[in-house]
């Protein structure tokens, strides 16, 4: 079964920048899905953007868009998610997840361990 670790969190202050990253391994092919979630304290996990990876297509919700960045590295087996312009808003528990639905969690979804990331204003 495909294994994921992410990492790159960290403690920013508003407006700065971080990316975190997802190694993938353990894996016959890509994942058709790749995407990456978070979830805030008192809140839900959300999905926050995702790559197709058979057409490289890329979604982001709202509050991100324009923001960050997902990408994946192949020779690497490495997904990112660059953020930029980071506001409070954006602390919290980021996974990275391997056949999401999209922007949601699908029957098989894998989960890395998640990778915190803090914004101070």
């Known amino acids: 079964q495909v294994m994921l670790a992410d990492s790159g969190g960290g403690s920013v202050q508003a407006g700065g920048s971080l990316t975190l990253s997802c190694v993938v391994s353990e894996f016959a092919g890509w994942p058709r899905c790749m995407g990456w979630f978070r979830r805030a304290p008192g809140k839900e996990r959300e999905g926050v953007a995702n790559?197709?990876?058979?057409?490289?297509?890329?979604y982001y919700i709202a509050s991100v868009k324009g923001r960050f960045t997902i990408s994946r590295d192949i020779a690497k087996s490495t997904v990112y998610l660059q953020m930029n312009s980071l506001t409070p808003e954006d602390t919290a528990m980021y996974y990275c997840a391997a056949y999401c639905a999209g922007l949601t969690e699908g029957p098989h979804t894998v989960w890395g361990q998640g990778t915190q990331v803090t914004v101070s204003s």
């Open positions: 790559l197709a990876t058979d057409s490289s297509n890329t």
